[in-house]
């Protein structure tokens, strides 16, 4: 089925490890984002990517990495995992208006622990 | 800092019953969205709203646009138990982009 895949689903890592949540979608879609989700913050916006080759930061972008080299892929590496990490991460596609709306698609999401 | 601000945060109500919540900011908005979150799941697209006064359904969902463009609201009629989750609502300002800001959630929870 279409959609917005993310792998894994859930992941422990270390302090100090580092890794790589996948995200692909197979809609066509030039924007691509990350969000991860705190209880009582709602979602907030990481990484973002209009397009292949392209990515901006968002709101909260440090120890997170991105890169967007085909249009259906869109990995964010965390480079050195700290305990401020743990949360739930969320991998959100669009296309731009005209080529069918605003909303978002997400992913069923990475619930990720760093111990 | 938190840009959107959902009410109430939480909720018990009756099936059946109607529900009311709304979403404000201080800073004005293009586009509203409405999502709902299920447990262990990313949210799902409810409602789309793309200019000031703007009223729209989807079944038993209706949300509105507000006026001056700094909040939206959400009513579900006739609650049934399947509306239990999280409602987000989510703004998208001016020259922002695609990108939006989402607001901190309602959780909702349907007594049978």
């Known amino acids: 089925n279409a959609g917005v895949t993310q792998t894994p689903k859930f992941q422990v890592l270390k302090t100090g490890q580092s890794m790589t949540l996948q995200c692909a979608q197979d809609?066509?879609?030039?924007?691509m984002s990350w969000y991860r989700q705190d209880p009582g913050m709602g979602l907030r916006l990481i990484h973002y990517?209009?397009?292949?080759?392209?990515?901006d930061q968002g709101e909260v972008p440090n120890g997170y990495n991105v890169s967007r080299s085909t249009t259906e892929d869109f990995p964010l590496r965390l480079l050195s995992a700290a305990p401020s990490q743990t949360s739930v991460y969320f991998c959100?596609?669009?296309?731009?208006?005209?080529?069918?709306?605003?909303?978002?698609?997400f992913g069923s999401g990475t619930r990720l622990t760093v111990v | 800092g938190q840009q959107l601000n959902q009410s109430p945060q939480s909720m018990f109500i009756q099936e059946g019953e109607d529900v009311s919540m709304n979403c404000t900011s201080s800073?004005?908005?293009?586009?509203w969205l409405w999502y709902k979150q299920d447990p262990g799941e990313g949210p799902v697209l409810l409602i789309a709203?793309?200019?000031?006064?703007e009223l729209t359904s989807n079944g038993r969902l209706t949300a509105q646009f507000g006026i001056t463009r700094k909040d939206s609201f959400l009513n579900i009629s006739a609650s049934i138990p399947s509306d239990v989750g999280i409602y987000f609502c989510?703004?998208?300002?001016?020259?922002?982009?695609?990108?939006?800001?989402f607001g901190p959630g309602t959780r909702l929870s349907v007594l049978p």
């Open positions: 989510a703004g998208q300002k001016p020259n922002y982009g695609q990108n939006f800001v």
């Open positions: 990517s209009v397009g292949a080759g392209i990515t």
């Open positions: 709203l793309y200019k000031a006064g």
């Open positions: 800073s004005i908005f293009n586009t």
């Open positions: 809609m066509n879609h030039e924007y």
């Open positions: 959100a596609s669009t296309p731009y208006p005209g080529q069918g709306g605003h909303g978002y698609t």
